[in-house]
């Protein structure tokens, strides 16, 4: 047995670490539900990620010694330019629809990803990824409805961001064989903050105390669950983590029932679940064929 299979053989404690990251990650949806759309979305993304370079600022500190090729930067630059572009749909979506509406349509970010791999690098598309993708296209109809409710702007925001997302993670996979974890992180909070920052200028409001330490605080919660949910990987196969996380559509819309009066919609319900089935039918076969995915857990695209 090698030392990785080794380190991965604690389920118990990689569930553990896992279920904080979808508590993590549903603190940060709540904060950023309850400040709600009296900012411009792009304000409120550029003030929490102002905050995150606080928590990269080491890490940012150790670029002066990384020699990249030119190339290498262009790629650096189109991953944080779409990720920005999916952070601040998934803000201007968070502030305005339902959470639960929110998180069932972010779990179709793993199905772009695998639609993206198969399409642009090459890394196969068995009937079996193909039936999986068209189940998850149905759950996302069943959840939006079009036709028999109103499709609210926050409904195509969010659909842009796990599109977005789902992108910049493929780009973020191919960065991974030339740059450490450390390093990949802390350039797209620079470059997400960079490229905010002149949309936020744009539409700026004045921002009391209380609105910037609460955003402040989804800085600490999304750190919080990106660590956390890293810890979980190392204790334990994906496959084993990835269920828990799927506990934040639970989690989600127990929030918005509890602390936003929002219904319990079962359509939203049933679509994440076909969504949900779908990304963990991917990432069992994956794991069976011994194949390297592409297919994220779901935190992994989270702001």
Request: net charge positive; proline share 5%.
């Given at each position: 047995?090698?030392?990785?299979?080794?380190?991965?053989?604690?389920?118990?404690?990689?569930?553990?670490?896992?279920?904080?990251?979808?508590?993590?990650?549903t603190g940060v949806n709540v904060?950023?539900?309850?400040?709600?759309?009296?900012?411009?979305?792009?304000?409120?993304?550029?003030?929490?990620?102002?905050?995150?370079?606080?928590?990269?600022?080491?890490?940012?500190?150790?670029?002066?010694?990384?020699?990249?090729?030119?190339?290498?930067?262009?790629?650096?630059?189109?991953?944080?330019?779409?990720?920005?572009?999916?952070?601040l749909l998934w803000f201007y979506?968070?502030?305005?629809?339902?959470?639960?509406?929110?998180?069932?349509?972010?779990?179709?970010?793993?199905?772009?990803?695998?639609?993206?791999?198969?399409?642009?690098?090459?890394?196969?598309?068995?009937?079996?990824?193909?039936?999986?993708?068209?189940?998850?296209?149905?759950?996302?109809?069943?959840?939006?409805?079009?036709?028999?409710?109103?499709?609210?702007?926050?409904?195509?925001?969010?659909?842009?961001?796990?599109?977005?997302?789902?992108?910049?993670?493929?780009?973020?996979?191919?960065?991974?064989?030339?740059?450490?974890?450390?390093?990949?992180?802390?350039?797209?909070?620079?470059?997400?903050?960079?490229?905010?920052?002149?949309?936020?200028?744009?539409?700026?409001?004045?921002?009391?105390?209380?609105?910037?330490?609460?955003?402040?605080?989804?800085?600490?919660?999304?750190?919080?669950?990106?660590?956390?949910?890293?810890?979980?990987?190392?204790?334990?196969?994906?496959?084993?983590?990835?269920?828990?996380?799927?506990?934040?559509?639970?989690?989600?819309?127990?929030?918005?029932?509890?602390?936003?009066?929002?219904?319990?919609?079962?359509?939203?319900?049933?679509?994440?679940?076909?969504?949900?089935?779908?990304?963990?039918?991917?990432?069992?076969?994956?794991?069976?064929?011994?194949?390297?995915?592409?297919?994220?857990?779901?935190?992994?695209?989270?702001?």
């Amino acid at each position: 047995m090698n030392a990785h299979a080794i380190s991965q053989d604690r389920p118990v404690l990689g569930v553990m670490w896992m279920l904080a990251t979808t508590l993590s990650f549903t603190g940060v949806n709540v904060i950023v539900h309850h400040l709600g759309a009296d900012l411009p979305a792009a304000q409120t993304s550029f003030v929490r990620f102002l905050w995150g370079i606080l928590f990269v600022a080491p890490a940012i500190w150790q670029l002066r010694k990384m020699r990249f090729s030119a190339r290498i930067w262009g790629l650096f630059g189109l991953r944080g330019a779409m990720q920005a572009l999916a952070v601040l749909l998934w803000f201007y979506a968070m502030a305005r629809i339902p959470i639960a509406d929110v998180t069932a349509i972010g779990y179709l970010n793993p199905i772009v990803v695998t639609l993206g791999g198969a399409l642009l690098l090459g890394e196969g598309f068995a009937w079996r990824r193909g039936a999986a993708i068209a189940v998850a296209l149905i759950g996302a109809l069943i959840i939006l409805r079009p036709g028999l409710r109103e499709v609210a702007p926050g409904h195509i925001a969010q659909l842009g961001a796990a599109i977005f997302f789902g992108l910049a993670y493929l780009v973020a996979k191919h960065l991974s064989a030339h740059a450490p974890a450390s390093i990949i992180v802390a350039l797209m909070t620079l470059s997400i903050t960079l490229c905010l920052a002149p949309f936020a200028i744009v539409v700026w409001q004045p921002i009391n105390l209380n609105e910037t330490l609460w955003l402040g605080l989804t800085a600490v919660f999304a750190t919080a669950g990106h660590y956390c949910m890293t810890r979980a990987f190392a204790c334990a196969p994906v496959t084993v983590t990835q269920p828990v996380a799927f506990l934040q559509l639970v989690f989600g819309s127990t929030a918005g029932l509890l602390l936003f009066g929002e219904h319990i919609d079962p359509y939203v319900l049933l679509g994440g679940g076909m969504i949900i089935g779908a990304v963990s039918y991917v990432t069992w076969r994956e794991a069976k064929t011994k194949r390297r995915g592409v297919t994220p857990a779901i935190p992994q695209t989270k702001v």
